[in-house]
């Protein structure tokens, strides 16, 4: 039976609890801050560490958002599930994480709309240990496998349920396993925790340096993604409760601001000048490795921040076939709400 496994709970269980107090023992003045002048907007970003959210972290680091006069504070969680949990809860007033989720929670009636789009594909890759490389050799030979997925009900978990289906496996044809991201994610696919699993960047980088990981399945391209997925497939988004974005609607939209100049920056310049922009400790003491990981996901990233149509279509199709939330509730589901374009399109570009 597909089952979830817990890889290294006590050190995500600790970076919740760090990052949830974080969120409470904030001085704004509302729960998530209200974007008045001289509040802080909190926003919880699914691994603040991964190259597919670099945008988020970058645009502190260039000083976009007080450019805009905005207080933005980032927070990190490990997994995007859990940083969705946290904007329903009323602690944050955005997330940075997959655009998907916005349509898993209408099928619970939560209003949650992407205000940004970073990307157009996911920025994942399937990786297989490269002990079991031989035996895993695409999605087919998922079956009786353990499959890492960063937390059940993440974005991770949503592809790797569509792949496996996609060829033929069942989801209850593997064994689904809490294995996180960075550290956590290579430590069980090193110790057989794991067989493969789907990760990001640095993460990717780092097991492929090292020859402990094969990438099976690139999604960090367009090209690798339309032939996974069939189509585009929008990912690293800013979301946030629809009823916030109306009622703070100027300042969504000098968050949108920031962020679209640091998405046109980010088309200028090349890894290194990137990499040299981002905190230290981000490398994990290899600089030319974490160049490499922006330099291999980097293409993921659009120059607007506009969500292409064809794309949210194409979510909603993967979701429809296998998501348990959203199966058989693709014709009801509202997709002009999941998502706008209204602020990216009237940030200036670059």
């Not at 994610?185 to 097991?207: C, E, R, V």
Request: proline content about 4%; overall charge neutral; aromatic content about 6%.
């Amino acid at each position: 039976m597909r089952t979830a496994t817990r890889i290294a709970a006590a050190a995500i269980a600790a970076t919740t609890a760090l990052s949830l107090s974080a969120c409470r023992d904030s001085h704004a003045s509302s729960s998530g801050g209200s974007g008045g002048k001289n509040d802080t907007i909190k926003i919880m970003v699914g691994g603040i560490d991964k190259v597919i959210y670099l945008p988020a972290k970058l645009t502190e680091q260039l000083g976009y958002f007080k450019e805009q006069g905005v207080n933005v504070q980032l927070l990190t969680e490990p997994a995007g599930a859990q940083a969705e949990n946290v904007l329903i809860s009323g602690d944050v007033s955005g997330v940075v994480g997959f655009y998907d989720h916005t349509i898993d929670l209408q099928t619970k009636d939560k209003c949650i709309e992407s205000v940004l789009q970073f990307a157009d594909v996911p920025g994942e890759a399937e990786m297989v240990s490269t002990a079991k490389a031989g035996q895993i050799t695409s999605p087919a030979a998922f079956k009786g496998k353990k499959l890492g997925v960063t937390s059940p009900g993440s974005s991770t978990d949503f592809l790797t349920q569509y792949l496996a289906t996609k060829n033929g496996v069942p989801t209850s044809g593997y064994t689904t396993v809490k294995a996180g991201a960075g550290q956590t994610f290579i430590a069980a696919l090193n110790n057989g925790g794991i067989d493969g699993g789907m990760t990001t960047d640095p993460t990717i980088a780092q097991l492929t340096n090292t020859g402990k990981g094969k990438v099976l399945i690139d999604m960090r391209t367009e090209e690798g993604t339309r032939a996974a997925l069939g189509g585009l497939y929008p990912s690293s988004s800013l979301y946030m409760n629809c009823d916030y974005v109306k009622s703070h609607a100027e300042a969504v939209q000098k968050l949108v601001n920031a962020l679209v100049k640091t998405l046109g920056w980010i088309k200028a310049h090349k890894p290194a000048e990137i990499a040299a922009k981002m905190p230290a400790d981000y490398a994990g003491g290899n600089p030319k490795l974490y160049e490499k990981a922006i330099a291999d996901s980097i293409g993921m990233f659009n120059a607007d921040g506009v969500m292409p149509a064809d794309g949210a279509k194409n979510v909603l199709n993967v979701l429809a076939q296998f998501s348990p939330n959203v199966k058989g509730k693709k014709d009801s589901i509202d997709l002009s709400t999941t998502y706008t374009t209204e602020f990216a399109s009237k940030a200036p570009k670059q």
